[in-house]
C-alpha cells in the first residue's frame, strides 16, 4: 500500500512556475514508477509525465515538453514536478500516482495509486 499526498500548488500569473511535490509513504517508494497527471474542469485526467524508479526513463507530454521537469528523490520518498514558463491552459488539478508497471506507464489504468491533487491555477 502507498500513500501519496500532493502539496505546492496555488495561484500563479502566466510564465510563473511551480514546483509540486508528492510525498509517498511506504518502504517500496523507489520500487515504483511515479507520474503526474491534470484534470481541467470539464475535462478528462490526463497524462503529464512519468519517471522510472531509477530516474533513468521519463517521459513527457508532448505540450509540457521544455517547460516541466519531473524528478524523483528515492531517499526522501518524494516525487516533484517543476513547472516554469506556466500558461492559462495549465490550470488544473494535478495529481500523483504510482505504478508497477516497468514499462513507462501513460494511461491513468497502469497507475495502482492516487493521490487527493493540488489546484494550480494560471491567471493574470
Known amino acids: 500500500q502507498v500513500q501519496l499526498v500532493e502539496s505546492g500548488g496555488g495561484l500563479v500569473q502566466p510564465g510563473g512556475s511551480l514546483r509540486l511535490s508528492c510525498a509517498a509513504s511506504?518502504?517500496?517508494?523507489?520500487?515504483?514508477?511515479m507520474g503526474w497527471f491534470r484534470q481541467a474542469p470539464g475535462k478528462e485526467r490526463e497524462f503529464v509525465a512519468t519517471i522510472s524508479w531509477s530516474g533513468g526513463r521519463i517521459y513527457y507530454r508532448d505540450s509540457v515538453k521544455g517547460r516541466f521537469t519531473i524528478s524523483r528523490d528515492n531517499a526522501k520518498n518524494t516525487v516533484y514536478l517543476q513547472m516554469n514558463s506556466l500558461k492559462v491552459e495549465d490550470t488544473a488539478v494535478y495529481y500523483c500516482?504510482?505504478?508497477?508497471?516497468?514499462?513507462?506507464?501513460?494511461?491513468?489504468?497502469?497507475?495502482?495509486?492516487w493521490g487527493q491533487g493540488t489546484q494550480v491555477t494560471v491567471s493574470s
Open positions: 500516482a504510482a505504478s508497477r508497471a516497468m514499462v513507462v506507464p501513460t494511461t491513468l489504468d497502469e497507475y495502482d495509486y
Open positions: 511506504g518502504r517500496t517508494f523507489s520500487s515504483y514508477t
